[in-house]
């Protein structure tokens, strides 16, 4: 229906608006679909001109769990890593360039006050870092790729 891109507290979010039936909205956010319940239902016809008017609604529902927005370019060659599940990036343990075998903890996520070491599912080199500490991430999210 309608694409739009905000950046909350410095990270980037694609949203897609996809259905609105009274004061629910089928949204997609960053590729990840949500059903959000609007605090009261907006006009389609003003939600097109004023896109503002839909931000507060999506932000809190993405916000606990959204993942930098990363150019394709910078994605480094190779095997992506990918989060499991949501959570916030404690620790990056790789740098561009270190060898890393099948097993290896690459990054710490927490998510649900647990600390989740993230491993290499292949051996290689890093080819790019694609997270920082403190950054929020869906589930799928790339978090290094091993080339």
């Known amino acids: 229906m309608n694409k739009f891109e905000y950046k909350v507290q410095g ?3 694609e949203v897609e608006i996809e259905e609105m039936e009274g004061n629910i909205a089928k949204v997609s956010v960053n590729g990840i679909p949500f059903e959000v319940e609007l605090k ?12 503002k ?4 609604a999506l932000a809190p ?8 927005a990363a150019p394709a370019a910078s994605a480094g060659a190779g095997t ?7 959570g916030t990036i404690t620790t990056v343990n790789v740098k561009v360039g270190d060898k890393v075998n ?6 710490v996520l927490e998510a649900m006050k647990m600390q ?9 080199t890093i080819t790019a870092i694609l997270v ?12 290094v790729t091993i080339g």
């Open 61 to 68: 529902a993405a916000a606990p769990a959204a993942r930098p």
């Open 80 to 86: 992506a890593v990918k989060a499991p599940l949501p």
């Open 40 to 51: 009261q239902p907006i006009n389609p016809a003003k939600a097109i001109s004023r896109p």
């Open 116 to 124: 989740n070491n993230i491993e290499a599912e292949c051996a290689g």
């Open 53 to 56: 008017v839909a931000a507060p």
């Open 102 to 107: 099948v097993g290896d903890t690459v990054v």
């Open 11 to 13: 990270v980037d979010y």
């Open 132 to 143: 920082n500490p403190g950054d929020s991430v869906m589930e799928g999210a790339s978090l």
